[in-house]
């Protein structure tokens, strides 16, 4: 039954994602998501009794590292030319 | 007694990230998704994966979050973000959201596996646990590598063009 915890992480980070304003709450909930998605990797490794889950949860790891890493200088150039985190203020950065 | 402790874990994860989608500050969202982790990395603990526990504590919270953190403090921007919390995508967000999680809960009410036997635990014991993934998906491993000089070299990137936009 953590299957079900995880989607719920899982869903309660992409409400957030979706409805928040704030640039860093966003990507906060990303994390969220992250974690649910581990969450139910672990699950199912202890399910099927085999190990390729836990190194798939190690691997999403560093994945998230990496974009965070990516993720926070993109913000602070964002946020350094126009000083707001409203992702709205951001809507003409298409094309 | 550990089936409790996992559900109270469980608990106190969802009840955190709840709490992310409604409080104000990005400090306290970050307090919440910190004690939301915390919580994960106890349920990992108590279901024997302690390797991935031990990561969950010092990987995420410890090199993660600690960078999100020192990112709010830099960035103590006040603006509209903070009076109005949800952007105007609130109700198709939930309604969409609602359908997703319908069709999901019903693909895997029948999809979902007779919760077999107890797992061994030796299998995610940190001896064994290292062992597979250096003899097993070493190439894995090493790809992480490249991945990981990736992305410092685009975030190094990424600086350097706004140091040269702003002179």
Redesign the interface.
């Known amino acids: 039954m953590?299957?079900?915890?995880a989607?719920?992480?899982f869903?309660?980070?992409?409400?957030?994602v979706?409805?928040?304003?704030?640039v860093?709450?966003m990507?906060?909930?990303m994390?969220?998501m992250l974690?649910g998605v581990?969450?139910s990797l672990?699950?199912f490794?202890?399910?099927?009794?085999?190990?390729a889950g836990?190194?798939l949860?190690?691997?999403i790891?560093?994945?998230?590292?990496?974009e965070?890493?990516?993720a926070?200088?993109?913000?602070?150039?964002l946020?350094?030319r126009k000083?707001?985190?409203?992702?709205?203020?951001y809507a003409d950065l298409k094309g | 007694m550990e089936t409790l402790l996992?559900w109270l874990f469980?608990g106190s994860?969802?009840i955190a990230?709840?709490l992310?989608?409604v409080l104000r500050h990005?400090m306290r969202?970050?307090l919440a998704?910190i004690a939301?982790?915390l919580s994960?990395a106890g349920?990992?603990a108590l279901?024997d994966?302690h390797?991935?526990a031990v990561?969950?504590v010092l990987?995420?919270v410890g090199?993660?979050m600690v960078?999100?953190v020192y990112?709010?403090m830099?960035?103590d921007?006040r603006?509209?973000?903070f009076t109005?919390?949800?952007?105007r995508?609130?109700l198709p967000?939930?309604a969409?959201?609602a359908l997703?999680?319908a069709i999901?809960?019903h693909g895997?009410w029948r999809a979902?596996?007779a919760?077999?036997a107890a797992?061994?635990g030796s299998?995610?014991a940190l001896k064994?646990?290292s062992i597979?993934?250096l003899a097993?998906?070493w190439l894995?491993f090493e790809l992480?590598s490249i991945?990981?000089v990736?992305?410092?070299v685009?975030?190094l990137a990424?600086?350097q063009?706004?140091r040269r936009k702003?002179g």
């Open positions: 953590l299957v079900f915890v989607f719920a992480l869903a309660f980070g992409l409400l957030g979706i409805v928040r304003r704030n860093l709450i990507l906060m909930c994390e969220l974690n581990n969450l672990v699950s490794a202890q399910q099927t009794a085999s190990a836990a190194v949860v190690f691997l790891f560093v994945v998230a590292t990496a965070i890493a990516i926070i200088p993109i913000v602070l150039l946020v350094r000083h707001v985190m409203d992702l709205d203020a | 996992l469980a994860a969802l990230a709840a992310m989608l990005p969202v970050a998704l939301c982790m994960l349920v990992y279901l994966v390797v991935i990561f969950q990987i995420y090199a993660v960078f999100m990112a709010i830099l960035l921007v603006d509209g973000s109005r919390r949800f952007s995508l609130l967000g939930i969409g959201l997703f999680l999901l809960a895997l979902l596996p919760p077999s797992a061994s299998l995610f064994d646990f597979a993934f097993d998906y894995h992480v991945l990981l990736a992305a410092i685009a975030a990424v600086l063009i706004g702003h």
